[in-house]
């Protein structure tokens, strides 16, 4: 048994003889580095490529690393997961000892026993029991102007990158979400690229990014259709005649997958450089490869586009261009 397999051992048995924690063996699960669930283990699937995508920005049902899983809060209808990465926990054991752990954990747990999904609100200003019912969603920022005053965004061009708290997320009431007010961000006192950056990847994690080559792709797709970004993804190239559509496995506000951490970069490649990217709703974004199209053509089709829609669903009246060189995504000015 190696050093770090003995930890896990010692640690995973701290953990059950915590009176205060009240831990039982069924609330602690051990994941190793490589683990592999079936299609029928949902629960370790959805762990699985939850934890690849929020720590390693890779989709994958391999797990990336060694974990450690407790399922915490008194509330059996809604225990939170706590989810602790052995490599982080043993460096932090060599330099700190036990009590550098036990730390760590401690105040994990007590985040979230403080917070239940039907209360959300009454831990609003408490960012590290609010952190992980963060998310991203995309609006336009002209229409929206006035009601934005009071809450947090980020601009790029026309469109808002807007912070919004999860309220509730089930199958009866399916995914209510509310604006984070200003109010409340204000006395989190942090830094809004690292709240946005978090909110960002739970995003990711809740709907990882997808480009359909058709618009028949897009009709109730398996989960692993368009998995541009997965590890091994045999999605190489785009044709210059090909207008994929990049939205995300829920598709509902699927365009703020153009936002994800190394999107982009990735279409560019796939793409061989720049390219323009039209958002046709809230809902997905249509890519040109660079020289395939006039950059008119695609800003009078996006226009005929919004012409067709509720306006709620417009996103950008605008057309942008990816710069590979620059990482650059700006509006070309038409």
């Not at 730390?103 to 609100?121: C, G, K, T, Y």
């Not at 019912?133 to 102007?145: K, M, Y």
């Not at 809004?192 to 109730?220: G, H, K």
Request: net charge negative.
């Amino acid at each position: 048994m190696s050093d770090q397999e003995l930890f896990v051992e010692k640690f995973i048995n701290g953990l059950k003889q915590n009176q205060e924690w009240n831990l039982k063996e069924k609330d602690i699960t051990y994941y190793k580095d490589g683990f592999t669930p079936s299609d029928s283990d949902q629960n370790s699937l959805l762990f699985v490529r939850d934890t690849n995508i929020r720590y390693h920005k890779t989709e994958s049902d391999t797990l990336i690393g060694s974990y450690v899983v407790i399922l915490a809060g008194d509330d059996e209808e809604y225990r939170n997961v706590c989810r602790f990465e052995v490599k982080y926990l043993y460096e932090t054991y060599q330099k700190q000892g036990w009590d550098g752990v036990w730390n760590i954990i401690e105040q994990n747990l007590h985040a979230v026993r403080h917070l239940r999904s039907s209360d959300v609100f009454s831990v609003l200003d408490h960012y590290e029991a609010m952190k992980q019912h963060l998310i991203i969603r995309p609006i336009n920022f002209n229409d929206h102007r006035f009601e934005l005053k009071d809450h947090i965004y980020r601009r790029v061009g026309d469109i808002a990158l807007v912070l919004y708290m999860i309220i509730c997320d089930d199958k009866e009431m399916g995914l209510n979400t509310s604006k984070v007010p200003k109010a409340a961000y204000d006395k989190w006192g942090l830094d809004y690229d690292q709240i946005f950056e978090e909110a960002l990847m739970n995003t990711y994690v809740l709907a990882p990014p997808r480009m359909y080559m058709t618009p028949m792709d897009t009709c109730n797709p398996p989960y692993s259709k368009g998995a541009f970004m997965a590890l091994g993804s045999g999605m190489k190239k785009i044709h210059p005649l090909q207008v994929p559509t990049i939205t995300t496995t829920k598709q509902t506000n699927g365009a703020i997958a153009m936002f994800y951490p190394g999107v982009k970069e990735k279409i560019a490649e796939m793409a061989g450089g720049n390219f323009y990217a039209a958002f046709t709703s809230i809902h997905d974004v249509k890519i040109h490869c660079d020289k395939s199209i006039p950059p008119r053509e695609i800003l009078d089709t996006l226009k005929s586009v919004n012409n067709h829609f509720d306006p709620s669903e417009i996103l950008s009246r605008k057309v942008f261009y990816y710069r590979a060189d620059t990482k650059d995504f700006s509006v070309l000015e038409l």
